[in-house]
Each structure stands twice: as C-alpha cells, then as structure tokens.
C-alpha cells in the first residue's frame, strides 16, 4: 500500500454531505460505508493527483442553511479539495451559494435538470428527462398508464421533476392529483382519501427515505397497489426494508445506480464491499453505491483533467469527456454524468431490474 506523507499541502480533504438525522437518515450508515471503501481503494492505489483523501462527513439532515453555514466555515480553513454526498436539492443550492464555484462538488442524488447550477457543480445522479420522464413513458406503454397522482416532498426536486413529467405527457391534465407535503410527514391520509386518487392508474413518489416508506406501508393498507403501481426515482434496499416487503408490492423504481448480482461487477463490488466492513455491515444499496461512484469519479476526473481547479474541469467538460475507472458513469456532458438507467420492480425487500431506459 502506498505512503502518503502528512503535511496538509500532500492530502486532499473531501467534505461528504449525508443525512444522519430527518428522513434521509435511513441511508445515512449504508453510505458512510460504501464511500469508506472507495476511499480505501483510492488511497490503497495512488491517491488523487497523487495524493491521500481524507474524507469529513457532514450531516446534511439539518435545515439548508445550517448545512451551507458548516460548509463555508470549513472552507475558511483552505483544507478543503471537493465536495460530494448525498442530500436534498435544497441543501444542494444552498451549499452551492456558499462554496461559490471553489471546489468542485459532485452531487451523487437524483436532481431536478435546473439550467442555473453553480460552476463546479456536477451531477452524478439522474436528471428526470433521462429517468422519471422514460420510466413514465414505460409504464404507459406496458402498463397502460396515462393518468397520475403525484405524492411529493415539498421541496425544489419534487416540483421540478413533475413539472419535467407534465411536458412530457400527452395533456397536463393526465396529472389527476397533486400534493406536497413537509419532510419527516407521518399521515398521507389527507392524499389516499383524496377522490381523486382513484381516478389515477399509478402514482409518482417524490419523497425521501422514511417518508417514502411510511407512505408506501399506508398506501398499502388501502389495497390500491393490487390495481394501482407506484413509481419512485428514489428508493433504495434501505427504504425498502424500513417499509417491508408487503408494502412494495407493484412499486416501480427507476435508478441510474442499481448493485446488480447477476452481472459480474454487480458480485465482485458487494464483495469487496463485504471484505472491507464486514459481515454485520449496512447493505451496499443503490444510494450508497452512487456515493461510491462520485467519489471514484473525482479521482479519475481530477487525474484525468490534471488538477481540482474548478475553472480548468469546466472547460474540459463543456465539450464532454470519457472516463476509465470502476463507476457505471464514464464521463461527463457538461456538468452531468453519462451512463445508464434501468427500470426495476421491488421484488421483497429487493429489485428485479426489468428494462433499460432509453
């Protein structure tokens, strides 16, 4: 294993921003672990421009501007290389606004595809027009769904992303119902005792971590699912086992970022993964696996590009750029990582991935 030496001028600090409290906070250990084994990968390697990673985790749980204020006062320091993690869009921009395009800053979530992103903010997770909008279309054209309700978190990505969704469809009256509610909800009987529920053919889940969890359990008990499929771009194995199994039955899930065991990367990474934390470890989920990824695309963005000077990226990306390395993202156009997308349907506390999104 290489030695790095410790002066500060020879170590890279990366800040991760993660949810350990609110609603997010069920993803929090999962990804702690898996952005652990990427930073031992790296370093076990050659570093990041040949240098060791050190990496602060901050919780994002909190309110945006708290989380923004923590950011800048360790950018105050001049330690810190790049940040990345997974959170809200709203604390997104609101750690944008203070990092002011001085470090780059991978943002490993599914986002909302707004045209005003900060220099040197990149997006590791999918934009709704290459994964809600074609999971939608998908569903339409297998499933026969035209009308929807929409159940969202009241924030910046829920709105965005249904609105992506209502240009998209044939009439913006095939949305039916729409609501949105506060993070960390615990009664959506005010949405299932809509009449108008029932004059949708599947429902569109725009919420975070416990709170798609929670609406998926008092979905259930209705008995809609039988006749009515969920669709969500944000659910992962954690969310899927804090509702358990019964309440995911014919819940769709659209994700850039599934840890397939059926294909050979898919097994070796859940391996190496199991070998660096052990057998009592939170699952390698789709969530914790794209903050893995992020973190292995900064290494071998800044290697490539030869430097973390967020002026010098921006200008290598603004025609796109291919990577090598580990993650299922193998380049950037413009500030957005290309790669796949794929369809799954919960199957237990678990996917079946059943297509991929054009």
Same mark, same amino acid.
């Given at each position: 294993?290489?030695?790095?030496?410790?002066?500060?001028?020879?170590?890279?600090?990366?800040?991760?921003?993660?949810?350990?409290?609110?609603?997010?906070?069920?993803?929090?250990?999962?990804?702690?672990?898996?952005?652990?084994?990427?930073?031992?990968?790296?370093?076990? *390697?050659?570093?990041?421009?040949?240098?060791?990673?050190?990496?602060?985790?901050?919780?994002?749980?909190?309110?945006?501007?708290?989380?923004?204020?923590?950011?800048?006062?360790?950018?105050?320091?001049?330690?810190?290389?790049?940040?990345?993690?997974?959170?809200? *869009?709203?604390?997104?921009?609101?750690?944008?606004?203070?990092?002011?395009?001085?470090?780059?800053?991978?943002?490993?979530?599914?986002?909302?595809?707004?045209?005003?992103?900060?220099?040197?903010?990149?997006?590791?997770?999918?934009?709704?027009?290459?994964?809600?909008?074609?999971?939608?279309?998908?569903?339409?054209?297998?499933?026969?769904?035209?009308?929807?309700?929409?159940?969202?978190?009241?924030?910046?990505?829920?709105?965005?992303?249904?609105?992506?969704?209502?240009?998209?469809?044939?009439?913006?009256?095939?949305?039916?119902?729409?609501?949105?509610?506060?993070?960390?909800?615990?009664?959506?009987?005010?949405?299932?005792?809509?009449?108008?529920?029932?004059?949708?053919?599947?429902?569109?889940?725009?919420?975070?971590?416990?709170?798609?969890?929670?609406?998926?359990?008092?979905?259930?008990?209705?008995?809609?699912?039988?006749?009515?499929?969920?669709?969500?771009?944000?659910?992962?194995?954690?969310?899927?086992?804090?509702?358990?199994?019964?309440?995911?039955?014919?819940?769709?899930?659209?994700?850039?970022?599934?840890?397939?065991?059926?294909?050979?990367?898919?097994?070796?990474?859940?391996?190496?993964?199991?070998?660096?934390?052990? *057998?009592?470890?939170?699952?390698?989920?789709?969530?914790?696996?794209?903050?893995?990824?992020?973190?292995?695309?900064?290494?071998?963005?800044?290697?490539?590009?030869?430097?973390?000077?967020?002026?010098?990226?921006?200008?290598?990306?603004?025609?796109?750029?291919?990577?090598?390395?580990?993650?299922?993202?193998?380049?950037?156009?413009?500030?957005?990582?290309?790669?796949?997308?794929?369809?799954?349907?919960?199957?237990?506390?678990?996917?079946?991935?059943?297509?991929?999104?054009?």
């Amino acid at each position: 294993m290489p030695t790095f030496p410790e002066s500060r001028e020879e170590t890279i600090e990366i800040l991760s921003i993660v949810p350990t409290q609110g609603p997010g906070g069920i993803i929090a250990p999962s990804c702690t672990a898996a952005i652990s084994l990427a930073v031992d990968e790296i370093n076990s *390697s050659t570093g990041i421009l040949g240098r060791e990673i050190r990496m602060t985790t901050i919780d994002g749980g909190r309110p945006p501007h708290e989380v923004a204020t923590e950011v800048e006062a360790f950018l105050a320091t001049g330690m810190v290389g790049a940040i990345t993690g997974w959170h809200t *869009s709203a604390v997104r921009r609101a750690v944008a606004d203070a990092v002011g395009g001085r470090v780059p800053y991978l943002y490993a979530t599914d986002h909302e595809g707004l045209t005003d992103e900060r220099p040197g903010v990149l997006m590791v997770g999918e934009h709704p027009d290459h994964q809600t909008v074609p999971a939608a279309a998908w569903m339409a054209r297998e499933l026969g769904v035209r009308r929807w309700a929409v159940i969202g978190n009241d924030y910046i990505w829920p709105r965005q992303t249904v609105r992506a969704l209502r240009r998209a469809l044939p009439t913006p009256g095939d949305i039916v119902l729409e609501r949105y509610v506060p993070l960390g909800t615990t009664d959506f009987h005010a949405f299932l005792d809509d009449p108008a529920l029932l004059f949708a053919d599947a429902v569109l889940v725009l919420m975070v971590g416990a709170d798609t969890a929670r609406f998926n359990r008092q979905f259930t008990a209705t008995g809609l699912p039988a006749i009515m499929p969920r669709l969500s771009p944000a659910v992962d194995e954690n969310v899927l086992l804090s509702a358990g199994p019964k309440a995911n039955d014919n819940l769709y899930v659209a994700s850039g970022f599934f840890v397939d065991d059926h294909t050979a990367d898919g097994r070796d990474r859940r391996a190496r993964y199991r070998r660096h934390q052990g *057998s009592f470890a939170p699952a390698l989920t789709t969530f914790s696996n794209s903050t893995y990824e992020a973190v292995h695309l900064l290494g071998t963005l800044a290697d490539a590009v030869g430097t973390l000077d967020v002026d010098t990226i921006t200008a290598r990306l603004a025609d796109g750029i291919t990577l090598d390395g580990p993650a299922a993202r193998h380049g950037f156009h413009g500030n957005q990582a290309v790669g796949p997308a794929f369809l799954a349907r919960a199957d237990g506390v678990d996917f079946d991935i059943i297509d991929r999104l054009p």
